[in-house]
């Protein structure tokens, strides 16, 4: 195959899954189930959203995931059990996560 033939072929695939993603509703409706069983998971909703914010962090999650969360923890957790989650998980995640976390919180 040539450089051209692969190119084309790769186009192609990324097309076909944006195509996917684009008349699907299946991701959405899955995240919504996920976070409604989430909720019976026998934490309190605060310890919930604190394990959650620690599993970004950790995961290093987009700033899409990190506004999607902090939306629905509103009211649930302040911004200072925020930031102390973070600073205890720090030594676990390493400075790196840290920052990437902090700046995905901050990129709203």
Request: aromatic fraction near 2%; charge should be negative.
């Amino acid at each position: 195959m040539s450089d051209d033939q692969d190119e084309s072929a790769a186009r192609e695939r990324v097309e076909e899954i944006r195509r996917l993603l684009e008349g699907s509703n299946t991701a959405m409706a899955v995240a919504a189930r996920l976070n409604e069983s989430a909720q019976d998971n026998g934490l309190d909703l605060r310890t919930t959203f604190l394990v959650r914010v620690a599993a970004l962090a950790a995961s290093g999650a987009p700033p899409v995931s990190w506004r999607t969360n902090l939306e629905l923890a509103d009211g649930t957790i302040t911004p200072d059990e925020l930031m102390a989650t973070l600073e205890a998980i720090a030594p676990i995640i390493g400075t790196a996560r840290y920052l990437q976390a902090v700046s995905a919180i901050l990129a709203d």
